[in-house]
């Protein structure tokens, strides 16, 4: 792994190789420029929502 990111945890290693395919399939040799891969990620994240899990539920957990 190279630049910023030093460690990955198996947990999180889906979140990482989806963004590398998504930076790699956006490039620049593709014809996507900064404004196009910006438009991608925007319409990738229409109808989808972040939750957040309520504190009192990390109590009982």
């Keep these: 792994m190279k630049g910023v990111y030093q460690h990955c945890g198996e947990q999180?290693?889906?979140r990482y190789l989806?963004?590398?395919e998504f930076r790699y399939n956006?490039?620049?040799a593709n014809g996507?420029?900064?404004?196009?891969?910006?438009r991608e990620a925007a319409?990738?994240?229409v109808g989808k929502r972040l939750t957040y899990?309520?504190?009192d539920d990390e109590a009982t957990a």
């Design 12 to 14: 999180h290693l889906h």
């Design 18 to 20: 989806a963004e590398f």
């Design 26 to 28: 956006t490039r620049q």
């Design 32 to 38: 996507i420029d900064d404004r196009g891969r910006a």
């Design 43 to 45: 319409r990738g994240i």
């Design 53 to 55: 899990r309520r504190i």
